[in-house]
């Protein structure tokens, strides 16, 4: 496994790289905007694609990443499904697995630092994001952060993890880089509590002083959503109401880019194709199964993902490979639902 530990220097964030192997598709956590350079470099050294950009909670102290590599290599951009982030790719839920080629998280739902925060669990390690810090924990005064909900998290959750899990969180400002659960539970001095109560009143009495970046950061990392003018100016968008109307048409061809696991999960438009997104550029290329469907059948090619963002990305790059009656369901399944459109599981 290639796993890299990237630290921001201003923020004193930690981003984790994750790849199975060389050659294979990368994931990205917790990546900072001003470091994007770095990690894409970092990237094409190690010959590796980044498939996944995946953020624990939304930031206070620092602008994502998600959208700046989103934007540059079309990766797929995912938090959870909690998150007042208008847009990501993918949402995921408690328990959800993340998975990329070759490696799966285990999404932990742990509220406390934010209503919004997860925690994920790979193998002998866990990323905690701001929840569970070295020595410390993540402050519970702002973004509906709750102490009382911190201390389930960590108390029910994280710390249930067998002793010898390593723990990396996203912050540190000491220059320590990790540490485990076992040392957390001895050591860490917010866990030496002996109630919820204890713990409330630890938390609400640290009267710290907002992160600098706040005003700015907040507002921005929400708004993580892709800018789909273009896709939608060319006509290659359609409404969910339209595409309603499209459902059994034989000369329409829906194509469903989620994975299976989001399929199980959310269930799927009637009669649709499964092509998921990571596949889509050697199902695009000559000979691949949409390049064939497309030319072989003249259907209209309709793709849909869960929020729009994947789908928009497909259409370009279909309209790219010649396939010029691509488009695509403005909004995903999310938008589909909200509209009562009719759903299979
Ligand atoms: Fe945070």
């Known amino acids: 496994m290639i796993f890299r530990q990237l630290f921001d220097t201003v923020s004193s964030t930690y981003s984790y790289l994750i790849a199975s192997r060389r050659g294979g598709e990368a994931l990205i956590i917790d990546p900072v905007l001003e470091k994007v350079d770095r990690y894409l470099q970092l990237v094409k050294e190690l010959d590796a694609r980044l498939v996944k950009a995946v953020d624990t909670h939304l930031h206070a102290d620092h602008i994502t990443g998600l959208g700046a590599l989103r934007d540059r290599t079309h990766c797929i951009t995912v938090m959870g499904e909690q998150s007042s982030v208008d847009v990501v790719s993918m949402r995921v839920g408690d328990r959800d697995k993340l998975q990329i080629e070759g490696i799966t998280l285990d999404a932990i739902y742990t509220p406390g630092h934010t209503d919004d925060s997860y925690s994920f669990r790979m193998g002998d390690r866990v990323f905690t994001g701001d929840t569970l810090l070295i020595r410390g924990t993540g402050r519970t005064d702002f973004q509906n952060g709750d102490a009382r909900a911190q201390y389930d998290s960590i108390f029910n959750k994280l710390l249930k993890l067998p002793d010898e899990t390593l723990v990396f969180p996203a912050h540190d400002y000491k220059g320590d880089t990790v540490s485990t659960i076992g040392e957390e539970k001895a050591f860490n001095p917010r866990l030496q509590v002996k109630s919820i109560d204890q713990y409330v009143d630890l938390m609400n009495s640290l009267n710290l002083p907002n992160p600098k970046m706040m005003d700015v950061a907040v507002p921005s990392n929400m ?76 259907k209209r090619i309709l793709f849909y993902c869960a929020f729009g963002e994947r789908s928009a990305m497909a259409v370009q790059a279909a309209q790219d490979a010649g396939i010029t009656s691509a488009c695509h369901v403005q909004g995903g399944l999310d938008a589909w639902k909200k509209a009562e459109g009719p759903i299979v599981r």
């Not at 048409?249 to 997104?277: C, M, N, Q, W």
């Open 223 to 298: 708004r993580q959503g892709l800018a789909q003018e273009t896709v939608a100016k060319r006509g290659w968008a359609l409404t969910v109401r339209e595409a309603v109307e499209l459902v059994g048409r034989p000369d329409v061809a829906f194509v469903d880019l989620r994975e299976t696991l989001e399929r199980e999960k959310h269930g799927s438009i009637f009669g649709s194709l499964h092509a998921p997104y990571p596949d889509l550029q050697a199902n695009l290329r000559p000979g691949g199964m949409l390049r064939a469907l497309a030319s072989a059948t003249n």
